[in-house]
């Protein structure tokens, strides 16, 4: 009795195996914060200091590579529709910092 009352206990414990969805919930939508927090902290750089013409082709470089690396994220999530427009602002940000730069240049 008491070997079938282990068996049971160990069956009930034990249960069916369950789909799990393998994704880590949180970690695509922490990238995302993070390299939104980085493009922002890259826009305000730029607007706060009177920049040499070396250091806004930096900031160009550098907020251009936030940015593929978040739309890196987005392209990972396909059904997700409310990332595309966040890879877009990414963009738009480095296509500023990339204007910058080239107006820089040819002065």
Known sequence: ???ASLALLTLALMGCP??????V????DD?????EARLEELRARGAAE????????TLSSQTCDVAE???GVV???PDRTDLPQ???RARESCAEKTDGCTRCRTR
């Open 1 to 3: 009795m008491r070997v």
């Open 25 to 28: 919930a949180g970690s695509d």
């Open 18 to 23: 369950k789909q799990m969805d393998t994704r």
């Open 69 to 71: 690396a978040l739309c």
């Open 50 to 57: 009177e920049l040499s013409c070396s250091d806004q082709c």
């Open 75 to 77: 392209d990972r999530n």
């Open 31 to 35: 990238q995302l914060t993070t390299y």
């Open 86 to 88: 966040r890879c877009a």
